[in-house]
């Protein structure tokens, strides 16, 4: 069986992974380089931030995301040569007003990821001491890890690249869908070539509703900005993840810290901005006050798939047989992109799937006829 992508995101490359698994062969489109997109530019923390905030739909995807990746950097490393890094750092988060939520949030769901305890403030010291001193409480999850995204992507661009039923059209802008008899019978790119598959999938992320006017249907997906500020330390020198008013610090192992992020509805405009800069800046500062000695050493700023709750859409779009979706993961795509591919192979292949597939249906979607 032959599966066409369009969008070689984290959804695109991780439905490649799980098709060629199954010995299909796949063909992967992107309009600019694989993998520079919103899952570049992502956190890569692997948990929905407060995730008593999401639908239970968006946690019961996120939750298998760490060791999904666990399993694939098993296996993609020996031949891509690269260790995408999941770093089990823990969380703590400072927001007074999510402390008993969050705990009772833990206790409901029993589920390790989910682990929390309450902190007082010398604890807080001892597990990690470069917290300012005004949080006089915590909640901890010791559990969440985040991955490093950019190489995760290499990793798994770098083994897609190398498999021989693979192949990859990169700088190639997938135009329109011929239709006959609804089914997709071919896509067609801007520069007019055809490619035919037995099955096509959209994971085309914040650009997913170019393709409504075609397939006649409203698809609510619209780009939302979020920057990000790069900070450089020695190596483990912030112990772990921090959160407070929904902004965050991801520590890398070699002491580089990401830290973000707005929230800005600007079209398809991926500059950063000052002011945005200074906000994030400010807003690490007051959680990491020794953030200051550090350099910073880049920004920038990426485009979520926002949709309208943040559940995604995977699954058969409507009306039309071998078109599939998943797109719409918005702030949480790295961490539900594991087991939202899973379901999108299982669906397409019929098989036994990891979740129930009802709540992420496509045929949610608003025909516009
Ligand atoms: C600042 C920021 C922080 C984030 N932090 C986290 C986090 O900590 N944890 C987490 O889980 N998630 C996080 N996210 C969200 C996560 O990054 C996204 O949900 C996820 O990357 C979406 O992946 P995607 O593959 O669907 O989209 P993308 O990565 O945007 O990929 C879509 C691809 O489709 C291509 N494309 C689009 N249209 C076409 C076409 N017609 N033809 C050919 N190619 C096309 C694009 O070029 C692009 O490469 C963050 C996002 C941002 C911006």
């Known amino acids: ?36 997109a919103a899952s570049w530019a992502g956190g890569g923390i692997l948990s929905p931030m407060y995730p008593w905030r999401y639908p239970q739909a968006v946690n019961d995807l996120a939750k298998h995301g760490k060791n999904l990746y666990l399993e694939w950097n098993e296996k ?6 690269i260790d995408f890094e999941i770093h089990e750092t823990g969380m703590l988060i400072f927001d007074q007003t999510d402390f008993e939520i969050g705990l009772n949030y833990a206790k409901l769901h029993n589920e390790p990821m989910q682990a929390c305890e309450h ?12 917290i300012s001193n005004q949080f006089e409480q915590a909640i901890h999850f010791p559990q969440i890890a985040n991955v490093r995204n950019p190489r995760l992507l290499k990793s798994i661009i770098g083994y897609l690249k190398q ?23 071919a896509v067609e790119s801007t520069r007019g070539e055809r490619f035919e598959a037995d099955h096509y999938v ?28 790069l900070f450089k ?4 020198w912030l112990p772990t993840m921090c959160m407070n008013e929904v902004m965050y610090l991801i520590p890398r192992r070699d002491g580089h810290i990401v830290c973000g992020s707005s929230m800005n509805h600007l079209g398809f405009d991926h500059r950063p901005s000052t002011q945005v800069q200074q906000d994030i800046y400010k807003a690490s500062l007051n959680m990491v006050p020794a953030l200051a000695e550090l350099q910073i050493v880049k920004q920038w700023a990426g485009l979520r798939p926002s949709s309208p709750t943040g559940i995604p859409y995977i699954g058969q779009m409507p009306n039309i047989d071998n078109l599939w979706a998943n797109f719409g993961h918005y702030r949480n795509g790295l961490c539900m992109g594991p087991a939202s591919a899973q379901l999108l192979r299982q669906l397409v292949l019929k098989q036994t799937t990891i979740v129930d597939p009802q709540v992420y249906t496509p045929n949610a979607l608003v025909s516009t006829l």
């Not at 993609?76 to 040569?81: D, F, Y």
């Open 163 to 185: 498999h021989p039923q693979v192949q990859f059209y990169e700088n190639t802008w997938i135009e329109k869908f011929i239709i006959q008899n609804a089914q997709i019978h």
């Open 119 to 130: 902190l007082q403030q010398q604890q807080i010291q001892q597990i990690n001491p470069r």
């Open 1 to 36: 069986m032959h599966i066409a992508i369009i969008g070689a995101g984290i959804s695109g490359l991780l439905s490649a992974l799980e098709f060629i698994e199954e010995g299909c062969s796949v063909s992967i489109f992107d309009q600019q380089s694989a993998g520079k």
């Open 76 to 81: 993609l490393r020996p031949i891509s040569g």
């Open 202 to 229: 959209i994971s085309t992320g914040a650009w997913s509703e170019h393709w409504s006017s075609q397939l006649q249907l409203q698809i609510p997906i619209a780009p939302v900005q979020g920057q990000m500020l």
């Open 233 to 236: 330390g020695p190596e483990n």
